[in-house]
T-cell receptor, first 110, second 117 residues
Framework: AQRVTQPEKLLSVFKGAPVELKCNYS??????LFWYVQYSRQRLQLLLR??SRESIKGFTADLNKGETSFHLKKPFAQEEDSAMYYC????????????FGKGTRLSVIA | ETGVTQTPRHLVMGMTNKKSLKCEQH?????MYWYKQSAKKPLELMFV???????ENNSVPSRFSPECPNSSHLFLHLHTLQPEDSALYLC????????????????FGSGTRLTVV
């Protein structure tokens, strides 16, 4: 069964400090991993996906198949990064629904 | 309007009422989804319509009934709900493909905040 675990409900960091939001997954095949973000009073939006190998708003995430992880990182947190972050997983076909983690609330303190 | 639009934004209904949630996407996607978002729980997949197929979800109570008349519109019909059904109901769309190893991800609507009294 597919499962996504985000162990931290809340993560508080100071502005300018590094950020790492943890995501671990359980899947027997080759997954596709995503990070979604929800800013206050806004809809869920795609932040990045591992297949694109891109950096969005300074965030990066590397798929580590050995550790079954897809942690989200940013070297210097900004106040506008405060939001809910959800990790999501899809199976090997582009036709399988996404499975989401419970989310981590990031609070960046000035 | 572009993107994924959900109406109404808020809905309060009694347990004996019948109501419907509507979702519309203007992205040309071929798959649409209903998710339930409750406090302290992950997003729960309720129903999927993808590549002209409906994917059943046997864990969803029959008081929720989806309808997808075409690839741009999705409804969730509600009847005799319970207070524990109060939640944010999210619609999403995507460009689904049977190609292995690639998923485009979802575009979400803003959701309908449902309160059952």
């Amino acid at each position: 069964a597919q499962r996504v675990t985000q162990p931290e409900k809340l993560l508080s960091v100071f502005k300018g400090a590094p950020v790492e939001l943890k995501c671990n997954y359980s899947y027997s095949g080759s997954p596709e991993l995503f990070w979604y973000v929800q800013y206050s009073r806004q809809r869920l939006q795609l932040l990045l996906r591992h297949i694109s190998r891109e950096s969005i708003k300074g965030f990066t995430a590397d798929l580590n198949k050995g550790e079954t992880s897809f942690h989200l990182k940013k070297p210097f947190a900004q106040e506008e990064d405060s939001a809910m972050y959800y990790c999501a997983l899809s199976g090997e076909s582009g036709n399988t629904p996404l499975v989401f983690g419970k989310g981590t609330r990031l609070s960046v303190i000035a | 309007e572009t993107g994924v639009t959900q109406t109404p934004r808020h809905l309060v209904m009694g347990m004996t009422n019948k109501k419907s949630l509507k979702c519309e996407q203007h992205l040309g996607h071929n798959a649409m989804y209903w998710y339930k978002q409750s406090a302290k729980k992950p997003l729960e997949l309720m129903f999927v319509y993808s590549l002209e197929e409906r994917v059943e979800n046997n864990s969803v109570p029959s008081r929720f009934s989806p309808e997808c008349p075409n690839s741009s519109h999705l409804f969730l019909h509600l009847h005799t709900l319970q207070p524990e059904d109060s939640a944010l109901y999210l619609c999403a769309s995507s460009q689904a493909t049977r190609k292995a190893g690639f998923h485009y991800g979802y575009t979400f609507g803003s959701g309908t905040r449902l309160t059952v009294v």
